[in-house]
Antibody, heavy 119, light 107 residues
Framework: QLVESGGGLVQPGGSLRLSCAAS????????MNWVRQAPGKGLEWVAK????????YYVDSVKGRFTISRDNAKNSLYLQMSSLRAEDTAVYYC??????????????WGQGTLVTVSS | DIQMTQSPSSLSASVGDRVTITCRAS??????LNWYHQKAGKAPNLLIY???SLQSGVPSRFSGSGSGTDFTLTISSLQPEDFATYYC?????????FGGGTKVEIK
């Protein structure tokens, strides 16, 4: 199970930290991701982090502004967001990445937390 | 970046209908293609992974096919609980990208 928290209303240029609490599986054995969905729009992958936290990847639109991290001792995933823009307004989902050989997919997903960037 | 294009963007169908949704990748992604569905206000759920493998617990009326650049999700007999939005997603390379979605509505 994945449970996100930390969303809310923030002004443009502000910062916010999202958290995702994992349970029911060995968190430290999986890549983890953040995926977002703007209101009424489709899904956009945001970032992913390796099991040990030593590899991180981001979509270009958030590079330099967002930082993904994890604490395996706390079974938690984080997304530190700064220099927020109106276009970052979305529901943010955390999702586990399942690997089987070279194939991979998102499963499960959390219920999401809404981030609204507005003055 | 690999672009994923779904068609149609929406469709109306009746319970019992056979429904087909297509997804096209902007380059060859072999079988690195997944399908999800999402009901209004809920998180996405995995249906098909690796183009044609049915996720555990997903009804057998769902099937996926294709490789390279062209993929298909088929629902053999649409049920009331299948009215949702469907997304394809490529896992071939970063950034991981999704199609724009196909909304399946009640006729």
């Amino acid at each position: 199970q994945l449970v996100e928290s930390g969303g809310g209303l923030v002004q443009p240029g502000g910062s916010l930290r999202l958290s995702c609490a994992a349970s029911g599986f060995t968190f430290s054995r999986y890549w983890m991701n953040w995926v977002r969905q703007a209101p009424g729009k489709g899904l956009e992958w945001v970032a992913k982090i390796k099991e040990d936290g030593n590899e991180k990847y981001y979509v270009d639109s958030v590079k330099g502004r967002f930082t993904i991290s994890r604490d395996n001792a706390k079974n938690s995933l984080y997304l530190q967001m700064s220099s927020l823009r109106a276009e970052d307004t979305a529901v943010y989902y955390c999702a586990r990445l399942i690997y089987r050989s070279t194939w991979n997919w998102f499963d499960p997903w959390g219920q999401g937390t809404l981030v609204t960037v507005s003055s | 970046d690999i672009q994923m294009t779904q068609s149609p963007s929406s469709l109306s169908a009746s319970v019992g209908d056979r429904v087909t949704i297509t997804c096209r990748a902007s380059q060859d992604i072999s079988s690195y293609l997944n399908w999800y569905h999402q009901k209004a206000g809920k998180a996405p759920n995995l249906l098909i992974y690796a183009a044609s493998s049915l996720q555990s617990g997903v009804p057998s009326r769902f099937s996926g096919s294709g490789s390279g650049t062209d993929f298909t999700l088929t629902i053999s007999s649409l049920q009331p609980e299948d009215f949702a939005t469907y997304y394809c997603q490529q896992s071939y390379s970063n950034p991981l990208t999704f199609g724009g979605g196909t909304k399946v509505e009640i006729k």
